[in-house]
Structures are given as C-alpha cells and as structure tokens.
C-alpha cells in the first residue's frame, strides 16, 4: 500500500506565507510527477502546481510568483511554499503522486489539508 499524508494547512492572515508538506510512503520503487491541487467550497478541484521527478514545474496562473513547489527524492516528500496569501486561496489542498511498486503504476492522493485565509 502507498499512503500520501499532508501537514502544514492552517489559519493566514492575507499576505502571509505557509508552508505545507505532503510525505508518500509504503511499497514506492518510483515516484514520478507529484502535485498539489485544492478544492474550495462548491467549486471543483483545480491544478495549483505539478513537479516531475526531474524537477520541472508548472503552476496555476493564479498562483504564478507566488506558490514554489519542490521536492527532496530521498525523502519521497514534496512541499508547496505559498507567499501572499490571499482569501481566495482558500481551500482544501491535496497532494498527489504517480507512484509506481514496481509492478503497479498508479496515481495516489493524499486526505487533503484546510488552509484558511483571513483576517
């Protein structure tokens, strides 16, 4: 089994930072790409930013000069930097990885961590 598991969501003040982070673990011979997406209420989940395992990215529009995502191979974890928060960056926020246990290639999703922006 492969688990993905989220931490750092919480209240933000607008134009402030968090850092949120999202560890894999289980049966992993490979990760692949992983990424970070968020759902807020009543809208559908979005792309925030992908990473692959090279290290090239790509960013929502919307969070572009503000958001960075990175990622440490040996630790099987990627992060999301988020800077200049703003209310509407609330939401949900997943991780997901292509994860492979070397018989397996499939696409796994983290439980999901709050991020609140408001004053």
């Known amino acids: 089994q492969v688990q993905l598991v989220e931490s750092g969501g919480g209240l933000v003040q607008p134009g402030g930072s968090l850092r949120l982070s999202c560890a894999a673990s289980?049966?992993?011979?490979?990760?692949?790409?992983m990424g970070w997406y968020r759902q807020a209420p009543g809208k559908q989940r979005e792309l925030v930013a992908r990473i692959s395992s090279g290290g090239s990215t790509n960013y929502a529009d919307s969070v572009k000069g503000r958001f960075t995502i990175s990622r440490d191979n040996a630790k099987n974890t990627v992060y999301l930097q988020m800077s200049s928060l703003k209310p509407e960056d609330t939401a949900v926020y997943y991780c997901?990885?292509?994860?492979?246990?070397?018989?397996?290639?499939?696409?796994?999703w983290g439980q999901g961590t709050q991020v609140t922006v408001s004053s």
């Open positions: 997901n990885g292509d994860i492979s246990n070397g018989n397996y290639n499939g696409r796994y």
């Open positions: 289980g049966s992993i011979f490979s990760i692949n790409a």
